[in-house]
């Protein structure tokens, strides 16, 4: 691992729509492990970035974070430099966790009707209130 600077990072954590408890959470299983140092926190709409010192932690993260609460997990990477010695591509990485904010049996506005949330997996089961038509769409469309 690198050297600890304030401004070095390679990854960094997104979480939107977390939780106080989520984020006690996150933050008392990097402090445990202690396989990574959080550079910066900065506070964003609807949540928190935390800049990571090492992304393969950051990545591993990220899936128990998914394991822990369900939501949205995308896991994106820039080109950051190239390393001078061995002209390897070093990037930095961006893991975004969007916690869901309803829960099973939660009866929501989608697409300006009232639908009934009827299971959440990796997509989202829901039935029309008015017509008791089911169907599964993306949990992204949810958030619209």
Same mark, same amino acid.
């Given at each position: 691992m690198k050297?600890?600077?304030?401004?070095?990072?390679?990854?960094?954590?997104?979480?939107r729509n977390g939780s106080k408890e989520l984020l006690d959470w996150i933050c008392d299983r990097i402090r445990t492990e202690g396989r990574a140092k959080v550079s910066k926190a900065k506070?964003?709409?609807?949540?928190?970035?935390?800049?990571m010192t090492d992304?393969?932690?950051?990545?591993?993260?990220?899936?128990? %974070? +998914?394991?822990?609460q369900m =939501?949205?997990?995308k896991v994106s990477r820039r080109l950051h430099t190239q390393d001078k010695m061995t002209s390897?591509?070093?990037?930095?990485?961006?893991?975004?966790f969007k916690a869901i904010p309803f829960k099973r049996g939660?009866?929501?506005t989608f697409h300006g009707e009232q639908v009934q949330i009827l299971n959440i997996g990796t997509k989202a089961q %829901? +039935?029309?209130?008015?017509? =008791?038509?089911?169907?599964?769409?993306?949990?992204?469309?949810l958030f619209r």
């Amino acid at each position: 691992m690198k050297p600890h600077i304030q401004d070095y990072f390679e990854g960094i954590l997104q979480v939107r729509n977390g939780s106080k408890e989520l984020l006690d959470w996150i933050c008392d299983r990097i402090r445990t492990e202690g396989r990574a140092k959080v550079s910066k926190a900065k506070k964003v709409t609807n949540g928190v970035d935390l800049y990571m010192t090492d992304q393969h932690y950051l990545q591993n993260l990220g899936r128990k %974070i +998914k394991e822990h609460q369900m =939501g949205i997990l995308k896991v994106s990477r820039r080109l950051h430099t190239q390393d001078k010695m061995t002209s390897k591509h070093i990037y930095r990485v961006t893991v975004l966790f969007k916690a869901i904010p309803f829960k099973r049996g939660d009866i929501i506005t989608f697409h300006g009707e009232q639908v009934q949330i009827l299971n959440i997996g990796t997509k989202a089961q %829901i +039935k029309d209130i008015k017509s =008791g038509a089911k169907r599964v769409v993306e949990l992204e469309l949810l958030f619209r």
